[in-house]
């Protein structure tokens, strides 16, 4: 436990410091946004090397993939109409509308379609190229983390403070209720595939943490429902990847939920595209306070220790 909180702290540490750092030139802010824009596009690379090796969940045993599909359709559905009634009574009035969300929807789609090809290309990559699997997870790490510290150089040149991103009250809420949401859908899943209430909430506490969930409700519940685990949470990050853009403009605080876990690192640059960069203390705030909430509910839930 100490060590995953060890860890999220240590990749917020290139944000703080980019709070450190302003820019008031133009010049210097278009090639920051460049700079940026490419990042964003060797991470999604490095997502799809990734994915290139999730090769454990075994094809045969077709309940695993019905399982996984439950509960990501009915935490996603559940989370959504929760959110979306938070959305309309409670609208966000500071949300940036980027590039990305002033486009049309075909446009909207183009963009969607190009990040997945993106990812696409790094899983074929994976697949041709096995020893790159090693070498990505060093590198995925350091390149978030020139991330967060190019999006706080970014933040702070815009005007945004540092509390505005750890005290966000939008995210606190909205963090509280996407668990809520998101473990009320977990029940309903495990009602309709009939299984204990304890374990339903176990696997509905990833929200998008693929890597952590499978291993830690594999230790609790064996290798099928640690699978279980595994593809409902890789199924939300696709999900996230895919309609993060179209929800961000109509109901943005439903397309930072989808990201879950991952609003704080995978997802993040989906976010930053189609929200702005006001967008980012919004999903920093949310996703840290879920990926704190995952491992401890996780294991209060199923009764293991990582």
Same mark, same amino acid.
């Given at each position: 436990m100490i ?26 802010? $278009?090639?920051?946004?460049r ?7 060797i ?6 090397v &990734? ?7 075994? @094809?045969?045993? $077709?309940?695993?993939?019905i ?9 996603l ?9 938070? *959305?309309? +009574?409670?609208?966000?009035k500071? %949300?940036?509308? =980027?590039? =990305?969300c002033?486009?049309?929807n075909?446009f909207?789609?183009?963009?969607t ?14 697949k041709?190229?096995?020893p ?6 060093? !590198? ?8 967060? %510290?190019?999006?706080?150089?970014q933040l702070r =040149? ?5 509390? /505005?991103v ?15 949401a ?6 309903i !899943? ?8 304890? /374990? ?5 506490? #990833?929200?998008?943490w693929?890597? %952590? ?6 230790? !609790? +519940?064996?290798?099928f429902?640690?699978?279980v685990? %595994? ?12 309609f ?10 439903v ?7 991952? !609003?704080? *690192?995978f997802?993040?640059?989906? @976010?930053?595209r =189609?929200? #702005? ?7 920093v705030? +949310? &996703?840290?306070?879920i ?9 209060v839930?199923?009764?293991k220790?990582?």
């Amino acid at each position: 436990m100490i060590q995953q909180l060890s860890a999220i702290l240590f990749i917020l540490l290139p944000l703080f410091v980019g709070f450190c750092i302003s820019f008031s030139n133009k010049k210097y802010m $278009i090639a920051l946004n460049r700079i940026i824009n490419f990042t964003v596009n060797i991470i999604l690379l490095l997502i799809g090397v &990734s994915l290139s090796h999730l090769s454990n969940a075994n @094809i045969a045993l $077709i309940k695993i993939p019905i399982y996984a599909a439950i509960f990501l359709c009915i935490t996603l559905i559940v989370n959504g109409f929760c959110i979306a009634i938070f *959305d309309k +009574y409670f609208p966000w009035k500071h %949300l940036q509308q =980027s590039e =990305s969300c002033e486009k049309t929807n075909s446009f909207i789609w183009q963009d969607t379609v190009k990040q997945l090809g993106i990812v696409a290309i790094g899983w074929l990559l994976g697949k041709l190229f096995p020893p790159l699997i090693s070498l990505m997870e060093g !590198a995925i790490n350091y390149l978030l983390m020139l991330l967060l %510290l190019l999006i706080g150089i970014q933040l702070r =040149s815009s005007g945004i403070k540092l509390h /505005q991103v750890l005290l966000n009250k939008r995210g606190v809420v909205l963090a509280i209720l996407s668990v809520i949401a998101t473990l009320i859908g977990a029940i309903i !899943a495990g009602m309709i595939i009939g299984i204990p209430i304890l /374990q339903s909430l176990a696997l509905g506490s #990833g929200f998008g943490w693929y890597s %952590l969930s499978g291993s830690v409700l594999t230790h !609790a +519940y064996g290798a099928f429902w640690g699978t279980v685990a %595994l593809l409902n949470d890789l199924g939300r990050e696709i999900f996230a990847l895919i309609f993060i853009p179209t929800l961000m403009k109509r109901y943005p605080s439903v397309a930072i939920s989808t990201g879950g876990a991952t !609003a704080i *690192d995978f997802t993040l640059p989906t @976010i930053l595209r =189609s929200g #702005g960069v006001m967008a980012v203390p919004f999903a920093v705030s +949310y &996703s840290f306070i879920i990926n704190v909430l995952s491992p401890i509910l996780m294991i209060v839930f199923s009764g293991k220790v990582i």
